[in-house]
């Protein structure tokens, strides 16, 4: 018989990747434990900090709504505006680090080991990261957006077409049109994709490569050596955990409310919060069996879903808007990002601070306070890929994907606007009086069998945030049992519940707003932590064999 | 009466595993049957190994240190499983197809109060395997 400790020791590995060498093993830190029939396998301290922070956060949120309201009322813009140029210049060392990573030799090392083959095909791969990543945005700004900053926010000073008096200004059409595209697709194309591949790639790196858990603090491990298996580790996970469960349950709220005003102006159901409160119970519940059926049975079989439903849609509203009109709009709006994209992207002496700070920064801060839950679940499905396969995966293709959705759900509804400006429902919830959550369906009002699609296009906003959900949960299952991913299954049933649990506190007490200002905080450190992963990568590259 | 045992192991908890690695092995000396000793592992690295690479020589060694020590012919197969919380089951379900096994000899746990909500592995693989599956209870 063996005797236990040999099995578990970590032999010098072989095989060509360069493994780093530590005494560090996987699961020394947790404890194991059985309560009541439950057996649990948690990292320590990890999991108990996060779970104490995030309840004590929301009894501040809940016990003094209103300085809490306050505080991070002033946060957020303060914060997007004084760091407006850090976000945009760090954004665009993101872009360049990984369009340098496609084209230089490093582009040939595989993740994994030379020999490691993909786990997934391209189609699930795609479906997974894309439902994880982005879903629920295209949903809420596919109309939102084109046609506020066509209208209104005026980026790099393009004037509006719309007059005071609701007239259009021929002479701005042309130029306003192609900038609400651009300035659009700035904020959904390479910019967001790159800022989840430096990190989903820096945590597969030294996962698959180097052999280190698949937790955040792993990519640090350059930087600060045995060190991230302490005290700075704990830190540096406990925040990835906070800033995933907080985003996911703050959008899980709001996705409630959006859900509950498409209802409303559908159907008529009333809009309060025990609607919202059972959206959210049901949503939940339809993640719990997500994560209960795991990463192939349930997070892949309803990404899938999705997308084939949101490809549905996009052709519907392809085909009902006017293909040709539309296709059109695609290639102009391709062609304006491509030349607009260096002036967006210029962080310094901008005059359209409302733009740059209002949204760009704004944006900026959001995706990289999501970037360790997206970047991490990227990761865990794509073994095998070489990075340069997985930077044109995760940048180049999810990047021309929204510039297509954005053309057509933005295209169809400036197209509304322009040709009917006194009737067009979308000018009346966008440009008129301000209802994000209800510029999809005003677009969807103006095109045939309104009913039907609009009932789809709920079903896609509430189908986007299970699969937030459910991969949101897996992933903070895996951070907290110290980058387990076979943590047994009563604690990715708990982060789950969780996550709705807070989502509807904060809905009952008010604070949601306050919340995810604190999230978009934790954008700024994170920026820090996305170069200083830029630099990992790079040396851990070097390292490998190609 | 049997070929070849299919006696799945979990290389981080061979402690509980005695029983049914004592039994797996006295039937295959009893009936002069080959063992296939099969473990789950994961793409990511995990507390036992950093690739699956490292843990195939893992479970290798493992089977050759149980044949030379039981005095029985085994070897060893590997499953990845992308996720072994949930899809266990299943890896192990295909390799009773894939080895060729007539009889699959495994550990389970103490049934509980949530074996209602998430079956054991063993029942479910007693539920849906061709051949013949011996549950082995106790540590």
Known sequence: ?546 | MFKKIMTPVDLAHLKDLQRSLKCSADLAKLYGAEVVFVGVTTPTPSSLAHTPEEYAKKLDAFAEEQAGALGIKASAQMVIGHDPTTDVDDALLRATRDTGADLVVMASHMPNVLDYIWPSNGGKIAEHAKCSVLVVRGT
């Open chain 1, 1 to 546: 018989m063996a005797d236990d400790t040999d099995i578990q020791g970590i032999p010098q590995p072989e095989g060509p990747s360069d493994i780093i060498e530590t005494d560090y093993q996987i699961g020394q830190d947790n404890i194991t434990t059985k309560i009541g029939p439950f057996g649990l396998d948690i990292h320590n301290p990890v999991f108990v900090i996060s779970g104490l922070v995030i309840i004590a956060f929301v009894a501040y949120a809940l016990v003094v709504p209103a300085q809490a309201a306050n505080f991070f009322g002033w946060l957020r813009p303060a914060l997007t505006s004084t760091f407006d140029w850090f976000f945009l210049l760090s954004a665009n060392i993101f872009v360049l680090f990984c369009l340098v990573l496609i084209v230089s030799p490093y582009g040939a090392v595989r993740l994994g080991g030379k020999d490691a083959s993909p786990d997934y095909s391209y189609t699930g791969w795609f479906a997974m990261l894309f439902a994880a990543g982005m879903g629920i945005g295209l949903m809420f700004f596919g109309v939102l957006e084109p046609v506020y900053h066509m209208a209104v926010s005026e980026p790099l000073g393009v004037p509006s077409p719309i007059a005071e008096d609701g007239t259009i200004i021929e002479a701005n059409v042309e130029a306003a049109r192609r900038m609400g595209l651009a300035a659009t697709s700035y904020h959904w194309a390479l910019h967001p994709w790159a800022i989840y591949a430096v990190v989903a790639l820096a945590l597969a790196l030294f996962s698959y490569n180097k052999g280190l858990p698949l937790t955040i603090r792993s990519a640090f491990y350059p930087i600060f050596g045995e060190r991230v298996w302490g005290w700075t580790g704990h830190i540096i996970d406990t925040l990835a955990v906070f800033a995933t469960l907080f985003g996911l349950a703050t959008s899980l709220g709001f996705g409630a409310q959006q859900a509950n005003a498409g209802l409303e102006y559908i159907y008529g159901v009333p809009n309060n919060v025990t609607v919202q409160v059972i959206l959210i119970a049901a949503i939940t519940g339809v993640a719990l069996i997500s994560v209960l059926r795991g990463l192939d049975g349930g997070v892949k079989v309803l990404s899938e879903i999705n997308m084939v439903i949101a490809l549905l849609l996009l052709l519907f509203v392809l085909f009902a808007a006017g293909a040709v009109t539309i296709l059109g709009d695609f290639v102009a709006g391709l062609g304006a990002y491509l030349k607009e994209v260096v002036p967006l992207s210029n962080p310094f002496g901008r005059e359209d601070t409302g733009y740059m700070q209002g949204w760009t920064a704004f944006y900026w801060a959001w995706w990289i306070s999501w970037s360790p839950f997206v970047g991490m679940f990227i990761a865990r499905v794509s073994r095998g890929r070489t990075v340069r396969e997985f930077i044109t995966c995760v940048l180049i293709i999810p990047s021309l994907v929204c510039l297509l959705w954005m053309a057509v759900f933005g295209g169809a509804a400036i197209d509304q606007v322009l040709s009917d400006p006194a009737g067009s429902a979308v000018k009346a919830q966008v440009i008129d009086s301000y209802n994000p959550p209800l510029s999809l369906f005003a677009m969807l009002e103006s095109l045939p069998l309104a009913a039907i699609t609009s009932t789809i296009g709920i079903v896609l906003v509430i189908v986007f945030f299970v699969t937030s959900s459910d991969s949101g949960s897996l992933v903070i299952d895996t951070i907290t049992a110290g980058g387990k991913v076979d943590a047994p299954v009563p604690q990715r049933v708990f982060w789950c519940t969780f996550e709705g649990l807070v989502a509807v506190a904060l809905l009952i007490g008010g604070g949601l707003g306050a919340l995810q200002a604190m999230v978009i905080s934790t954008g700024l450190p994170f920026t820090l932590v996305l170069l200083a992963m830029c630099w990992a990568i790079f040396k851990g590259l070097q390292a490998e064999p190609r």
